[in-house]
């Protein structure tokens, strides 16, 4: 079936708290079904400014949300706009909404996929379940509908348009000279500065991008940091060309949310950074794939074990073209059209 003047209503939230990794992703998505001829509606009760921009010049039409995130009031607000918009399926992106949530949009007649990271809900009652996530499982949904289908695993994985047009061309001549920085959207912990303390043992020829996200509130302090540091760095902030400053880096030393994605896509190896405790299972799974090194818990990296896991690794060109290799083999680019799929598919 065509997406034709058909519409996807996609109810998710971003901030410093929440971060942007979840309407980035529902912003891959909501380029996938336009591009099949669909309408996107967006519902959000918090929405960082430069991410509705996107969606607004994507050509998304956006709702706010009065209700409290992931209440009855919230559901019902989505699922009025949802009918009102005559919506064939409802797309939630966030912890937020809880099964109790499901229902009661799917209580008004609608369709709903959730995109979930964890399997952290006893029951799960969508229509649909995405998990991307490379160590995503049949097994860790015991608990749910009968008609309840599962998209798992990395062939799903949600790609910006702008990853998808850019080369993924690599060369691996002189080790590592060129290094990316990020910690995804909004970084609460400001674990960049634990970072930025270690690039002055990384030697003077290594030139460092530090991606400061667009909801992060620690820009002025990451500044003041960086004029008492010798090492060369520039920040990159809200970058309109992450696939390009990807393509620049020899290896990025990354949180180990959705960014690994884009980077195994882009061929760069990555140090990854755990963040948070959904982070902890991929940053394992893509370590024991040998696409990435994971560094662990935040909190337990010191400046000195950082830098020294950079120099162990940054003059290994055999071991960075099989990371590079491995993960390209894993992201293929294809995941948000097979979605839209098997979302029209069952329609």
């Known amino acids: ?141 015991p608990r749910r509908e009968t008609y309840t289908r599962l998209l798992l695993g990395p062939e799903f994985v949600l790609l910006r348009p702008e990853f998808l047009a850019a080369s993924r061309r690599r060369e691996f001549s002189g080790g590592v000279r060129n290094i990316l920085l990020t910690m995804g959207g909004s970084d609460p912990e400001n674990v960049t500065m634990k970072v930025m303390d270690a690039l002055p043992e990384l030697g003077a020829d290594i030139e460092t991008a530090i991606v400061v996200g667009a909801a992060n509130r620690h820009y002025e302090k990451l500044c003041e940091r960086g004029k008492h540091l010798p090492a060369r760095f520039r920040f990159e902030r809200d970058p309109a060309d992450m696939p390009g400053l990807m393509r620049s880096a020899d290896l990025a030393i990354s949180a180990a949310g959705s960014t690994c994605w884009e980077l195994a896509f882009m061929g760069v190896p990555a140090l990854l950074i755990v963040l948070a405790t959904n982070q902890e299972a991929i940053a394992n799974a893509l370590d024991e794939r040998g696409i990435a090194i994971n560094l662990g818990w935040h909190a337990e990296l010191s400046a000195k074990r950082i830098a020294d896991s950079v120099l162990q690794v940054q003059q290994d060109k055999e071991r960075l073209r099989d990371m590079s290799r491995r993960g390209q083999d894993l992201i293929d680019g294809k995941g948000a059209a097979r979605v839209v799929q098997h979302l029209q598919n069952i329609l």
């Open 1 to 141: 079936m065509s997406a034709t003047s058909s519409t996807l209503l996609i109810r998710t939230d971003s901030s410093a708290q929440i971060g942007t990794g979840h309407a980035r992703r529902c912003l891959a998505l909501a380029k996938a079904w336009q591009t099949t001829g669909g309408r996107v509606l967006l519902a959000a009760a918090e929405l960082n400014g430069s991410i509705e921009e996107r969606f607004r010049n994507e050509g998304c039409e956006i709702f706010r949300i009065t209700a409290v995130a992931g209440s009855s009031a919230d559901a019902r607000q989505a699922a009025k706009l949802a009918l009102g918009g005559n919506a064939t399926w409802v797309v939630v992106d966030g912890y937020q909404f809880e099964p109790l949530y499901i229902q009661e949009v799917k209580r008004a007649g609608l369709r709903v996929m959730a995109i979930d990271d964890d399997a952290r809900f006893e029951h799960y009652c969508s229509d649909v379940v995405l998990n991307q996530n490379v160590c995503a499982n049949e097994a860790q949904y």
